[in-house]
């Protein structure tokens, strides 16, 4: 039997979940990573370092929707920044704490019930390699969500902001998926 959250391939846009590692301030201000470049996730797919160049340039941030449970009738908020650093995939985003499932969705990250962050996305460009690794070299980047469970079991929120980050506590994630598949 499938796992229960693999699908069959589809024209639909793919799913990646990664944590969010969040900072999140009282007034709804999300940062985080949304991807990481050259980790091999659970769907065996490695995203590299510019596949979301062409994407961003052509969507911008307010381009790209900021989701809850990668559900289009629940969008919570809007990015600000989605910048591809030497890591990953930056992004920098306020919830709409106007909308009711926004202010839970942030009530629940500063709690840390909440901690994951998922991209869907289109594949344009990519190589399969040995061993079945798919390398992502050009993204089309729809929508970036928060979610409930990153498919990573480490992956968990590292730093809540009240304010500004805790000097202990360090910004950090690793790459979890949920390939729609």
Same mark, same amino acid.
């Given at each position: 039997?499938?796992?229960?959250?693999?699908?069959?391939?589809?024209?639909?846009?793919?799913?990646?979940?990664?944590?969010?590692?969040?900072?999140?301030?009282?007034?709804?201000?999300?940062?985080?990573?949304?991807?990481?470049?050259?980790?091999?996730?659970?769907?065996?797919?490695?995203?590299?370092?510019?596949? @979301?160049?062409?994407?961003?340039?052509? $969507?911008?941030?307010? &381009? =790209? !929707?900021? +989701?809850?449970?990668? %559900?289009?009738? /629940?969008?919570?908020?809007?990015?600000?920044?989605?910048?591809?650093?030497?890591?990953?995939?930056?992004?920098?985003?306020?919830?709409?704490?106007?909308?009711?499932?926004?202010?839970?969705?942030?009530?629940?990250?500063?709690?840390?019930?909440?901690?994951?962050?998922?991209?869907? @996305?289109?594949?344009?460009?990519?190589? $399969?390699?040995?061993? &079945? =690794? !798919?390398? +992502?070299?050009?993204? %089309?980047?729809? /929508?970036?969500?928060?979610?409930?469970?990153?498919?990573?079991?480490?992956?968990?929120?590292?730093?809540?902001?009240?304010?500004?980050?805790?000097?202990?506590?360090?910004?950090?994630?690793?790459?979890?998926?949920?390939?729609?598949?």
């Amino acid at each position: 039997m499938p796992h229960p959250l693999t699908r069959a391939r589809s024209d639909a846009p793919e799913l990646k979940r990664l944590p969010v590692a969040p900072a999140v301030s009282a007034d709804g201000r999300v940062e985080g990573y949304a991807s990481l470049f050259g980790v091999v996730d659970l769907g065996r797919d490695r995203v590299e370092r510019g596949a @979301f160049a062409r994407s961003l340039a052509a $969507r911008g941030p307010l &381009g =790209v !929707r900021f +989701l809850f449970q990668h %559900d289009p009738a /629940e969008p919570i908020g809007a990015w600000s920044a989605l910048v591809e650093d030497s890591r990953g995939l930056r992004v920098t985003g306020r919830l709409n704490l106007a909308v009711a499932r926004a202010r839970e969705v942030h009530a629940l990250l500063r709690q840390g019930a909440l901690d994951g962050l998922s991209i869907g @996305f289109r594949a344009v460009r990519s190589v $399969r390699e040995a061993g &079945g =690794v !798919r390398r +992502l070299t050009e993204i %089309d980047l729809w /929508e970036i969500s928060v979610v409930t469970f990153p498919m990573l079991p480490d992956a968990r929120v590292a730093a809540v902001k009240r304010g500004s980050l805790h000097p202990s506590r360090r910004l950090s994630a690793a790459v979890s998926p949920e390939a729609d598949r």
